[in-house]
């Protein structure tokens, strides 16, 4: 079935960004840590998401969707960070700040049951045995307009320095 596809596919990502995880660990480059970090919060991602396909349970299933977010919150703050290891240096006491929707994210999605800010309910299709999740506030108003401005402004940054280096270097 489509969803034994996708489970498969979830876990064939995993094991790259493990193994990509071990070969860059093993390299000693200055961005080496930072893309170690992004290889596993993307395996992390990736696993939860297969271990949330293979789950039965509504309860089980939304166990993991939270273990997913543990890897998702963190992305795009990464990505950006990873690309200014270097050039930043002036900003590089800040770049903590970019994490302060991601942590809050991942505090929020384990105490949701509580609060309801992220997921208003969840429910289970019994036909396809996927979750449907209706989100709420946070999800909706905070946590992906900041993950997409942080992703627009790398995509910016990126473009910017591609623009700007040398034709050989294209």
Known sequence: SAVTLITWGMFG????????TLYVA???????????????????WSFGNG???LSSTLAAKTFWAKVQYVGIAPLAPLW????????????????????IVSVL?????????????VWSATSLDETTGLVHYSHNFWFTAVHVPY???ILGLTLLVL???FWNA????R
């Not at 950006?80 to 800040?94: G, H, V």
């Open 80 to 99: 950006l960070i990873c690309r200014y290891t270097d050039s930043w240096k002036p900003f590089q006491k800040y770049l903590s700040l970019f994490y």
């Open 166 to 169: 040398q034709r050989a270097q």
């Open 147 to 149: 993950n997409y401005l």
């Open 13 to 20: 990502a995993c094991t790259l960004a493990v193994a990509l």
């Open 159 to 161: 473009t910017r320095a």
């Open 105 to 117: 994210t991942i505090g929020l999605i384990w105490t949701n049951d509580v609060h309801h800010w």
């Open 51 to 53: 271990m949330e396909l």
């Open 26 to 44: 093993k390299q000693r480059h200055s961005f080496g840590p930072l893309f170690t970090l992004f290889c596993l919060t993307t395996a992390l």
